[in-house]
């Protein structure tokens, strides 16, 4: 089929080129008849507007890259492969193509992909803490950005961000109001900055319950679902069992439960188990975990909507997502019970 010109849509609609103009970009100037019609045109012959014509004539591409670190763990990827599936459908539905890129440092250098580096992006999203390196890379380009997920919220860039102390407070004070006093801790000190915020949220719960914990119940090796059942390991082998374990992270959570199940412990008869993001594996498992919901779809929906503010230029700032969504499943219980 040849390709169709927006000389000939106007044509087989009655118009201008300027009107069907007005209508593909979706702006205002003309009649809802004319709309409808051209749009039904549109839809009948395929059209696609010529992206390399957009970018001249609007500079902008369309495109948003969401930019991953090479370096990323695999809490931060199940995490935010939610995320994906929820700004990829809002893209979708804006208008938007989706990237996926990869940035690293190596000595110092941050070496940024091809996307950014020919500017064929309208902006870029980027999940996690971002190093002061990368963001000055990033600023050279004056392309607009937004850092979701970030653990240092920085008035100066643009991000979304939860109180994962608020989080680890919150789960660890569940568990102190149903009568636990013999709380373990696994986190991941590779993670230093959610580590800090989640055991910081943690310790606050245990100070108000005036418990006091042996060190080794104080897990900082999990990185992941066979790391975190290593760190369950430990705790057992220092002969005192705790009756519940906070976990940073729901995968952390899920690694601790094979290890009980492992040494025929009944979850959570005998000890109970609660994480951090609701993952959704957490509903699949058994039990079913008790968990502190992280709302990846308001994230995502957010992000994009913030994003692309900033892209025309609109002022925004930054968003707080609630972090004390408590989610009660069959990992938990009264001790003993």
């Known amino acids: ?171 660890t004070k569940y568990l102190t109001s149903l009568g636990h006093t013999r709380i373990a801790y696994l986190g991941n000190s590779m993670l230093a900055q959610y580590t800090d915020r989640t055991f910081t949220g943690f310790k606050k719960a245990i100070e108000e319950s005036k418990t006091a914990l042996p060190v080794s119940w104080i897990q900082f090796g999990a990185n992941d679902e066979m790391s975190a059942r290593q760190c369950m390991e430990n705790i057992f082998a220092s002969g005192q069992l705790p009756t519940a374990v906070f976990c940073s992270a729901d995968i952390y959570a899920i690694g601790a439960m094979k290890c009980l199940k492992s040494h025929s412990l009944n979850i959570p008869k005998d000890i109970s188990v609660i994480g951090i993001d609701d993952i959704i594996l957490s509903r699949y498992i058994d039990p079913s975990l008790t968990t502190i919901k992280i709302d990846k779809v308001e994230m995502g929906r957010i992000a994009i909507d913030l994003l692309i503010k900033k892209i025309e230029k609109i002022s925004v700032a930054n968003h707080y997502v609630s972090a004390d969504n408590l989610i009660v499943r069959a990992s938990t219980a009264i001790p003993g019970i």
């Open 1 to 171: 089929m040849p390709k169709l010109t927006i000389k000939e849509i106007a044509k087989l609609a009655g118009v201008s080129p300027s009107a069907v103009s007005i209508v593909l970009n979706n702006r205002k100037g003309v009649s809802d008849e004319t709309r409808k019609k051209v749009d039904a045109i549109v839809k009948r012959m395929q059209y696609t507007p010529n992206p390399n014509s957009r970018r001249l004539l609007f500079h902008k591409t369309n495109n948003i890259a969401v930019l991953f670190k090479k370096s990323i763990s695999p809490l931060e990827h199940l995490f935010h492969s939610e995320l994906n599936t929820v700004i990829m459908h809002e893209c979708e539905t804006l208008g938007y193509n989706l990237l996926f890129a990869a940035v690293s440092v190596e000595d110092d250098l941050v070496i940024l992909p091809n996307v950014i580096k020919s500017r064929d992006i309208d902006g870029i999203i980027f999940y996690g803490d971002i190093g002061p390196l990368i963001i000055r890379s990033i600023k050279e380009f004056d392309i607009p950005f937004i850092v979701v997920d970030t653990h240092c919220p920085d008035s100066n860039i643009l991000s979304i961000s939860t109180d994962y102390a608020v989080a680890a407070y919150t789960a």
